[in-house]
């Protein structure tokens, strides 16, 4: 196992050929040094010194509470200094050191993906975002007119206008399952309902691993097992966009196919960055949108041929990877169920209040969903923001309807002692006025 001190100057070197360049400051360092003086066994989840610490690593704005994470997350210092450093060094010779000498990390920056999502490199591609790498899945497949997709009418917008793109231009069929109401804590009501639509002409079938609305996570290896077992041609989809690097599981574990995920979300990589993973034996099969001299090799590089785009923001994503593993995956995930669970059970007593999303670990994760009875997700939003500039994100989409809260691990517990002290004084309003 890696000594500590080693670690520890790994996290302060670049990816690879720049090694010891001094682009954080003493103070980052420092920081960094006391995130690392804590025992990787013990318990920090209430500990607040421990994510005071993590908060000094970020540079959120004192002005704003931010509760909008899950749309994109904000980086930590030292993946900012590493962004400007490579900028800068790229901005001296581009092509050179863009493509001679940043570009020799790529595979030690694939190979630290890998390592976090329990794979093989030669799986995963990176590239700018959970939509690019869903829609390289979603258009590239090999699929004929008449052929069936089971997805669900909560999955993110993006991924329903691909296939439906597919189904307009060459006749693919979608069938949607419907999850309402949310939040659904029955993982076998769960499974059926995709089982249901399951016929002999399904191909694939699409899942969000948590859905962005509400937080719900769906119990993919279970729906993945019993879709597959009723009809042997299904290749399984997932959207990862905010599982992967907030939730401890590793890709292999899933049982799907083909997985896609942000990388600015809850790694807290550069903005426009993500990643594709493919399982190996499906690879040489799915079409590349940026195509080479071979679309069909079987090398998960051809779907990095994008053409020129930011090196210095792929390289900085060795540098997330280095802070995360910092924390560790266990250890964020159960920080951010407590803290979505810590607004939620000191809200649920208010008058109208509810929420859509669940308490429980198993289905749920940093994401909340809530509302007041007669009151709309914008007026919400607004008040939230007017009374406390507390940042939200209103949402109505099909049974959905509310704001969603997202704290991230840079969130003081100040701050959701904020959010709910806001949240009682909006059920105070509310238990003024007239009834609408
Ligand atoms: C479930 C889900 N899938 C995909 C995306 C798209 O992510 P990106 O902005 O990285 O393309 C999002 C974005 O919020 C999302 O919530």
Redesign the pocket.
């Known amino acids: 196992m890696m000594q500590r001190r080693n670690f520890l100057q790994n996290l302060m070197l670049g990816t690879g050929g720049l090694s010891a360049l001094p682009f954080t400051s003493q103070a980052t360092n420092q920081n960094l040094q006391r995130i690392l003086g804590y025992a990787p066994q013990k318990d920090v989840t209430t500990d607040e010194d421990y994510w005071a610490q993590i908060q000094w690593a970020f540079s959120a704005s004192p002005n704003l509470i931010n509760m909008s994470n ?2 994109v997350s904000p980086q930590p210092i030292m993946v900012q200094d590493a962004l400007t450093h490579y900028n800068k060094l790229c901005n001296e010779a581009p092509t050179y050191y863009m493509w001679r000498i940043l570009d020799e990390n790529r595979e030690a920056v694939r190979s630290k993906l890998a390592d976090l999502a329990g794979c093989l490199p030669d799986e995963i591609a990176m590239n700018r ?3 690019e790498a ?1 829609d390289t899945i979603i258009l590239g497949l090999e699929l004929q007119k008449g052929d069936e997709v089971v997805m669900s009418l909560q999955d ?1 917008p ?2 329903l206008h691909g296939w439906r793109q597919r189904e307009k231009r060459e006749g693919i069929v979608i069938k949607y399952v419907n999850h309402n109401p949310l939040p659904c804590e029955d993982n076998d009501l769960l499974v059926r309902r995709y089982v249901e639509l399951v016929t002999e002409n399904t191909r694939i079938v699409h899942l ?1 691993h948590m859905i ?1 609305w509400t937080g719900q996570l769906l119990p993919v290896k279970a729906i993945s097992e019993a879709v597959k077992k009723k009809n042997p041609k299904i290749k399984v989809v997932v ?1 990862a ?2 599982t992967f690097a907030q939730i401890a599981y590793k890709i292999p574990d899933l049982g799907c196919d083909y997985l896609g995920a ?1 990388l ?1 979300k809850w790694l807290c990589a550069p903005f426009g960055t ?1 990643l594709l993973w493919v399982k190996k034996e499906h690879i040489a099969s799915l079409w590349t949108h940026t195509p080479s001299d071979n679309p069909l090799k079987d090398d998960i590089r051809k779907f990095e041929g994008l053409g020129t785009r930011s090196f210095p923001i792929e390289m900085a994503i060795g540098h997330a990877v280095n802070f995360h593993n910092a924390i560790g995956t266990e250890r964020i995930q159960k920080r951010l169920q407590y803290l979505k669970n810590y607004l939620l059970t000191r809200c649920v007593d208010l008058p109208n209040f509810y929420t859509q999303t669940s308490l429980k670990p198993e289905f749920s994760g940093a994401i909340a969903l809530i509302g007041f009875k007669g009151m709309t997700s914008g007026e919400l939003h607004n008040s939230l923001m007017k009374k406390s500039r507390i940042y939200t994100s209103p949402v109505t989409w099909e049974n959905v309807v509310g704001v969603r809260v997202t704290p991230h691990i840079y969130t003081p517990i100040k701050d959701m002692d904020k959010v709910i002290l806001t949240l009682q004084d909006i059920a105070k309003d509310q238990n003024k006025a007239p009834s609408k």
């Open positions: 899950a749309g975002n959970a939509t869903l993110y993006n991924m969000t962005n959207d966009a905010h942000s600015h993500g």
